[in-house]
T-cell receptor, first 110, second 114 residues
Framework: SQQGEEDPQALSIQEGENATMNCSYK?????LQWYRQNSGRGLVHLIL?????REKHSGRLRVTLDTSKKSSSLLITASRAADTASYFCAAQGGSEKLVFGKGTKLTVNP | ETGVTQSPTHLIKTRGQQVTLRCSSQ?????VSWYQQALGQGPQFIFQYYREEENGRGNFPPRFSGLQFPNYSSELNVNALELDDSALYLC?????????????FGPGTRLLVL
């Protein structure tokens, strides 16, 4: 079963707009990670936020984590056509495995 | 580029056959994890190897097995293939059991079982 659930399942925006994706998970975590996947290829690690962190930034990416609500959000600012991809959150609990959601498919129109 | 490579890129097999997928980890990484990603789904954890020993397994039957070699390359073997085994298989390498560590994914092997 998949622990993370992304919302929305699909998102279409115009270049320059911001994109926000949300993720919910079910059990306690050590960290939550966000990955990007282009056209069914390999996953690219974007950012890791630990359970004791509330917000983290990396370039145009901003991730928040609310452990009381078991939720996280990924904000991509000033989106570009090259940001078109599927985005997955992955929760890591007390073990080594990552538990992924089904992903959000983002389309950025030029 | 993550430094993780996988071979082959695509593979077609028939039901009942056996398949071996290969992964070459990023240099110095002692942990490799394998994931199965069905179409339209997120990746699901199959198992992890640390220093050539299995270290954690997901909800997959024993016909899914693996090996990790001293040079940190690894294999995923699947026996008695079923149609539902059709998926993208991803390996990911990391340091130190991958806890609180970034995992670096390869490009995947797309397996089609007919």
């Amino acid at each position: 079963s998949q622990q993370g659930e992304e919302d929305p399942q699909a998102l279409s925006i115009q270049e320059g707009e911001n994109a926000t994706m949300n993720c919910s998970y079910k059990t306690s975590i050590n960290n939550l990670q966000w990955y990007r996947q282009n056209s069914g290829r390999g996953l690219v690690h974007l950012i890791l936020i630990r359970s004791n962190e509330r917000e983290k930034h990396s370039g145009r990416l901003r991730v928040t984590l609310d452990t009381s609500k078991k939720s996280s959000s990924l904000l991509i600012t000033a989106s570009r056509a090259a940001d078109t991809a599927s985005y997955f959150c992955a929760a890591q609990g007390g073990s080594e495995k990552l538990v992924f959601g089904k992903g959000t498919k983002l389309t950025v129109n030029p | 580029e993550t430094g993780v490579t996988q071979s082959p890129t695509h593979l077609i097999k028939t039901r009942g056959q056996q398949v071996t997928l290969r992964c070459s980890s990023q240099s110095g990484h002692n942990t490799v994890s394998w994931y199965q990603q069905a179409l339209g789904q997120g990746p699901q954890f199959i198992f992890q190897y640390y220093r050539e020993e299995e270290n954690g397994r997901g909800n997959f039957p024993p016909r899914f097995s693996g090996l990790q070699f001293p040079n940190y390359s690894s294999e995923l073997n699947v026996n008695a293939l079923e149609l539902d085994d059709s998926a993208l298989y991803l390996c990911a390498s990391s340091l130190f059991l991958a806890i609180q560590e970034t995992q670096y994914f390869g490009p995947g092997t797309r397996l089609l079982v007919l």
